[in-house]
């Protein structure tokens, strides 16, 4: 006798969980590194990063067996991440800015790379994340969803909860800001 | 396929895009989720009709 509970999992045929967890499995392939990345730029915390990806890929399971209508998995996925990151950063009782410090003097240990012989790749890497993170809050994540995960003006509104308009604004000067914390570091190396 | 309509994007960018779990990580938080998954599978089959 098949017991039917909420949640939508058990009840439903089991082809079509076998399906869920088909399409789970490519999306998780698919979209796992871009997840982890977002999280490490938010956190500078390597394992927060990998907890986060995992609890945020875990909300999407739950989802999916929902049968929430997901026009978008990949902005989805974007979405519930920031949400978790907002939370804890919201519940988070005392902000240690030693510890940010911390990190972001370690900060080059976390962003390892899938091939990391390549040094100069993951140092060149390591900047860039380091100086996407300076920039102020609207323009860091507009500017890192565009450039880096290459999503559309669009794509990042349905994320950040603001129109394509101020998205694209958020980018044009977030990538200013950016060109000039770039030109500084530039010139500060070569002082 | 440019990164931005008008190519303004930082040079060295795509060094951004390397970054990203070692095949280990993706491997084990694939298993801890299956895990989850299969525990509320379970967690479900066991609960009580009303």
Partial sequence: MVK??????????????RETEKLFGEIYSRESD???RFCLLRTSDREMALDFTQDTFMRFWNS?????????HR??????????IIDWYRKKKSFSLEALMDNAA??????????????????????????????????????????????KPREISEILGESANVISVRISRGL???????HVNTKTKAA | MQKCPDGRCPVGIDSVKEIALTPQEKRNIYFKLKNQIFKQKKLLRELPLF
């Fill in chain 1, 176 to 182: 200013e800001q950016l060109r000039q914390l770039l």
């Fill in chain 1, 4 to 17: 039917t509970k909420t949640l939508g999992v058990v009840g439903r045929g089991l082809e079509k969980v």
């Fill in chain 1, 75 to 84: 902005t989805f996925l974007f979405t519930i991440a920031r949400n978790l």
């Fill in chain 1, 106 to 151: 370690e900060g080059r240990g976390n962003f390892q790379l899938v091939a990391p012989e390549n040094v100069e790749t993951e140092v060149e890497a390591g900047m860039l994340i380091d100086k996407i993170r300076e920039l102020p809050e609207p323009y860091s994540n507009a500017v890192y969803l565009r450039c880096v995960e290459e999503l």
């Fill in chain 1, 34 to 36: 871009a997840i982890f």
């Fill in chain 1, 64 to 72: 999916l067996c929902m049968e929430k209508d997901i026009k978008n």
